[in-house]
T-cell receptor, first 110, second 114 residues
Framework: GENVEQHPSTLSVQEGDSAVIKCTYS??????FPWYKQELGKRPQLIID?????GEKKDQRIAVTLNKTAKHFSLHITETQPEDSAVYFC?????????FGTGTRLKVLA | DGGITQSPKYLFRKEGQNVTLSCEQN?????MYWYRQDPGQGLRLIYY???????QKGDIAEGYSVSREKKESFPLTVTSAQKNPTAFYLC?????????????FGEGSRLTVL
């Protein structure tokens, strides 16, 4: 089955700097790659997603890139703010099965 | 107000007891999921269902059981066979198996075995 690896497990950045989180997947048939943000004690919420026919997608300060050949995708957050502090999860989906990475705890230092 | 409702929010269980977690959605979604969340291990798939009266095992199905008798409901039973059931359980749904897209999550149920 699909396997998703996510790095790093923790990431600390200064406010205003950029943050990058990387994920790799094993099944080349996966075709949908969402990113979720989970604040402490709350449910995960979708922040951006990308499909396998697109290489890059951007939404304000957040962008996702996908390299199908290498089977990896990355989340980029620019101009980080304290409210970006949370746990971020990547996922890969194939035929309605969603497999998540182990999460990255992002801390934005003021 | 549409969404996914999980209950109870907190649950305590003695060893050897079965417990059932409820998940109800009024989003008219076909597909529903159960995930287990442990610190440092992300979200691990327990079971998922793409349609009524059908479901598939995820990576960690042992010790759990589910049913999907109604489109709106996907209860999860944690049986006494589950060796380490203390965890945070998340239910999710998405529109359909032919339309891969956003997973909508419930608020979760925290199970503690005493």
């Amino acid at each position: 089955g699909e396997n998703v690896e996510q790095h790093p497990s923790t990431l600390s950045v200064q406010e205003g700097d950029s943050a990058v989180i990387k994920c790799t997947y094993s099944d080349s048939a996966s075709n949908y790659f969402p990113w979720y943000k989970q604040e402490l004690g709350k449910r995960p919420q979708l922040i951006i997603d990308i499909r396998s026919n697109v290489g890059e997608k951007k939404d304000q300060r957040i962008a996702v890139t996908l390299n199908k050949t290498a089977k990896h995708f990355s989340l980029h957050i620019t101009e980080t703010q304290p409210e970006d502090s949370a746990v971020y999860f990547c996922a890969a989906s194939i035929e309605s099965e969603y497999i998540f990475g182990t999460g990255t705890r992002l801390k934005v230092l003021a | 107000d549409g969404g996914i409702t999980q209950s109870p929010k907190y649950l305590f269980r003695k060893e050897g007891q079965n417990v059932t977690l409820s998940c109800e959605q009024n989003l008219n979604h076909d597909a529903m999921y159960w995930y287990r969340q442990d610190p440092g291990q992300g979200l691990r798939l327990i079971y998922y269902s793409q349609i009524v009266n059908d479901f598939q095992k995820g990576d960690i199905a042992e010790g759990y059981s589910v049913s999907r008798e109604k489109k709106e409901s996907f209860p999860l039973t944690v049986t006494s066979a589950q060796k380490n059931p203390t965890a945070f359980y998340l239910c999710a749904s998405t529109p359909g198996h032919l339309n891969t897209g956003e997973l909508f999550f419930g608020e979760g149920s925290r199970l503690t075995v005493l």
